[in-house]
């Protein structure tokens, strides 16, 4: 088993920055890729970001390239998303995931089909 407990979620106005975090306990196997993952209201849970524990290769998706950076303290199990130049469009409730599957690319993790475990999430809210 592994728990996620995500913070750092508020409310910040357009242009602000913010920093998530996630905190893993239990499984905490290296061989595992963390990613974060948002859902606004009304849509589909949508990827945001990958990294592999092991190595730290990352993956965004376009939306938030360039403004968000995924990072991770293996001395702490924690991962990290750090958000830039935030817009009223990014606002959803973020949540970070865990998974056990192994694939070379790290791609693959962009759809939420490949975790296993998930936090309870934290909602960031962008004022225009």
């Known amino acids: 088993q592994v728990q996620l407990v995500e913070s750092g979620g508020g409310l910040v106005q357009a242009g602000g920055s913010l920093r998530l975090s996630c905190a893993a306990s239990?499984?905490?196997?290296?061989?595992?890729?963390m990613g974060w993952f948002r859902q606004a209201p009304g849509k589909e849970r949508e990827f945001v970001a990958t990294?592999?524990?092991?190595?730290?290769?990352?993956y965004y998706a376009d939306s938030v390239k360039g403004r968000f950076t995924i990072t991770r303290d293996n001395a702490k199990n924690t991962v990290y998303l750090g958000m830039n130049s935030l817009t009223p469009e990014d606002t959803a409730v973020y949540y970070c995931g865990s998974s056990s599957k192994h694939n070379s690319g790290i791609y693959y993790y962009a759809r939420d089909s490949v975790y296993d475990y998930w936090g309870q999430g934290t909602q960031v809210t962008v004022s225009s």
């Open positions: 990294i592999r524990w092991s190595g730290g290769s990352t």
């Open positions: 239990g499984r905490t196997y290296r061989g595992y890729v």
